[in-house]
């Protein structure tokens, strides 16, 4: 005769200390979106599903967690899907209850995301990359989604270039063009600075689903750097990416901020309380390190800031 096997995980630990995530991370599967009159774009994406443990519980169930996931993504494929937020809602309400020893699960999602593209000089067809980034957090008090992306793009450095600047002023000047040409000259075109190749990463959570459109959430984040670039690129391309990047020189800063100015303009209807996550961080040409910034901020109060611009 079978015997009911103990449930170990919900017996009580040595050491009664609570957790505040516990789960399964590196979950891969295939999630489908739909899009009207379109073919739906199949993601290869990785997850992480992670509840809070109390710390009267030995552990939490890995094996319901991954039930959960199961479930949704089979949802996702068999009804039309067109946000990978609301998967991840739905997964992380899910596991609220059946759990009921948590109060917050989480599902976090990133999947490479191919966009077409087209290079800036030559129009020829090309295609891009972004990572999706997608979230949320379910809560008794209710369940807050985040949609974003993570995208390459380069920029150059303000300081070093103002160095060149200088540096061609007086040697233009040593070799008699007069001072008006110079500045002529220096406007019409940009001295040569260190340049690097920066990361940007931007993200909306609010309430429910996020009221963003992706692509052009991806486009905002893309904008803020120096220059977009490109995976295919003919001379006239380069020529094109080089002169863009040089004459927009930025500050890794200035990419943050260009960040939220472009997030207040392109997504008015975004309510006061959502809030923004921006980075940028720069694989630097010169150094050995690299440079970060970042701001995280309601959109209420970036609105504000900007409002004083």
Known sequence: MDEQLPDVQA????????????????????????????????????????????????????????????????????????????????????????????????????????????????????QATADIIAGATATEEGTREEIGARVTGMTVCPCSQGMMSATAREKLAELGVGEQEVEEFLQEVPQAGHSQRGHATLTVESGGAPEVNLDELIATARDSMSARIYNLAKRPDEDHMTFEAHANAKFVEDCVRDMAKGVVTTFPDLPDDAVVTMKQSNDESIHQHNAHAERVAEMGSLREALAEN
């Open 11 to 126: 017996s009580e630990p040595d050491v009664s200390v609570g957790l505040n995530r516990v789960g399964v991370t590196g979950v891969k599967k295939l999630v489908e979106l739909a899009r009207t009159d379109k073919r739906p774009i199949v993601l290869t994406a990785e997850f992480e599903v992670l509840v809070d443990l109390p710390g009267w519980r030995k552990g939490a169930d890995m094996s319901r967690n991954m039930e959960v996931v199961d479930e949704i993504l089979e949802d996702a494929v068999s009804e039309p899907t067109y946000r990978v937020e609301d998967v991840c809602g739905e997964a992380a309400e899910r596991l609220l209850e059946k759990h009921d020893y948590t109060t917050k699960a989480e599902v976090r999602m990133e999947a490479e995301y191919m966009l077409k593209d087209r290079t800036p000089a030559s129009d020829r067809p090309t």
